[in-house]
C-alpha cells in the first residue's frame, strides 16, 4: 500500500524566520524519519509529501496515495490542524487520525469543555476573556465568573504555549495583566479556568469508537529545576531533564482515569490514537483539561510514545496500532453514487 506522509518539519519553518515557540508544535526530523521507517517496516511503501503546500501542489499534478498519514499541525487560524484532514476529504483520500470536525473543535479548549459539560464529564469550571477591551473591563472589587486562582492559557494553542508559573493568578489584577499579555501575543482568546492544585496525569488512547482502548495511565511528575506549578512549555521542551513520567499501577487509580479518559476521547469522535490530559482537585476528584486528537509521535520526546512504551507497546506496535484502526475505519466507508470515487474526482491539472 502506498502511504504518503504529511507533517510540518520544524526545521523548514525555522528557517523561514519563525520563531522556536511558534513552531513548537512541528516535527523535528528524528520523528518523520521514525514514522516514515516505521511504515515501510510494516510493509508499506512510503512516500514523504511535507505540509499542505506541498500536499496540495501534488494533488493538483494528479499524484494520488491510498492511505494518508497526516500529523501536519497547520500554521495558521484555529482550524488549522483541520485543513489538511479537510483538503484530503476533499480529493476523497483516506488519512489517518480524528477528522476535520474534532480537529478543529479539540483545538478550542473552550468549545472542548461546553461539549465535556453536554456529555456529564468533569471539567474545571471556566470562561473566556475574548480580547483586550473586554479584560481591561474586568474591575477591582468586581466578582471574577470563577473563584481564584485561575489557571489562564490561550484557547487554541498546544504544547504548552503560552504556558508558565505565571499562567496560575490569584487576583483580579493578575488575571487582567496575563490576559492582556497572552491576547496580545497569541491574537486569540484566553481561557480562564478553576486552577486544580492536584496530581497530572495523561492517558494515551488507541482505536475508534467502541473499540478505543486506553493504552495505559502517565503521571506527570515537575522535578527540582522545573519551572513550578504547570506543565509548561519550557518544561515541555526540556522534559528529559525537567520531568518525570511513571506509568500508574494502582488499579483503582488507573481505572478511574481510563473510564474518564474514554468518555472525553469518545465524547469529540476521535479516532486512531491521542491522548487525554486529567488533573486531579482539591476535592480528590479527576477532571479532564483537554484532549488532544493530534499527539506527538516523536518516539522518546512525546507523551503519547513515552507512554506506550513504558506501558509494554512499542513504537512500531503503535504505528501499526493507528494504520490498522484507518484502515479498518477505509473498509467500512461506503462508495455512494454510481461511480467509483477515482472517477467522481474533479480532473485537477497545474497550470
Known amino acids: 500500500m502506498k502511504i504518503g506522509l504529511v507533517y510540518d518539519l520544524r526545521k523548514e519553518y525555522l528557517e523561514m524566520g519563525f520563531s522556536d515557540e511558534e513552531t513548537a508544535e512541528f516535527d523535528s526530523e528524528e520523528t518523520i524519519s521514525a514514522l516514515y521507517q516505521s511504515i515501510k517496516d510494516l510493509g508499506h511503501e512510503a512516500c514523504r509529501i511535507g505540509h499542505i503546500y506541498e500536499l496540495t501542489r501534488r494533488l493538483a499534478l494528479g499524484e494520488r496515495w491510498d492511505l494518508v498519514f497526516n500529523v501536519a499541525e497547520g500554521l495558521y487560524g484555529r482550524s488549522r490542524e483541520a485543513q489538511v484532514p479537510a483538503l484530503l476529504e476533499a480529493f476523497n483520500i483516506p488519512y489517518t487520525l480524528s477528522d476535520p470536525l474534532t480537529l478543529a473543535l479539540a483545538l478550542d479548549k473552550a468549545m472542548t469543555k461546553r461539549i465535556f459539560r453536554e456529555n456529564g464529564i468533569p471539567t474545571p469550571d471556566f470562561f473566556v476573556i475574548s480580547s483586550i477591551e473586554e479584560a481591561a473591563k474586568l474591575q477591582e472589587g468586581a466578582k471574577a465568573p470563577v473563584p481564584f486562582p485561575l489557571f489562564v492559557k490561550p484557547v487554541s494553542e498546544g504544547t504548552g504555549k503560552g504556558i508558565t508559573s505565571s499562567s496560575i493568578v490569584h487576583n483580579l489584577a493578575e488575571l487582567k495583566n496575563q490576559a492582556r499579555r497572552l491576547i496580545a501575543k497569541y491574537n486569540q482568546p484566553v481561557l480562564a479556568e478553576a486552577f486544580l492544585p492536584g ?116 513504537y512500531s506496535e503503535l504505528i501499526r496500532s493507528i494504520l490498522d484502526s484507518a484502515l479498518e475505519r477505509k473498509k467500512q466507508t461506503p462508495v455512494s453514487g454510481l461511480l467509483a470515487p477515482q472517477e467522481r474526482r474533479p480532473a485537477w491539472k497545474a497550470d
Open 199 to 314: 496530581r497530572e496525569f495523561t492517558v494515551g488512547v488507541t482505536g475508534t469508537g467502541a473499540r478505543a482502548r486506553a493504552a495505559g495511565v502517565l503521571e506527570v511528575k515537575l522535578l527540582k529545576g522545573a519551572e513550578p506549578g504547570v506543565y509548561s512549555y519550557a518544561n515541555k521542551e526540556l522534559c528529559e531533564e525537567r520531568v518525570k513520567y511513571t506509568l500508574i499501577k494502582n488499579k483503582k487509580l488507573a481505572e478511574e482515569a481510563t473510564e474518564l479518559a474514554l468518555k472525553a476521547y469518545r465524547s469529540l469522535e476521535c479516532r486512531d490514537a491521542g491522548r487525554v490530559d486529567i488533573k486531579a482537585g482539591e476535592d480528590g476528584r479527576f477532571y479532564v483539561l483537554e484532549v488532544n486528537p493530534l499527539a506527538g509521535l516523536h518516539p522518546t520526546h512525546s507523551d503519547l510514545p513515552i507512554l506506550c512504551q513504558q506501558a509494554g507497546m512499542g
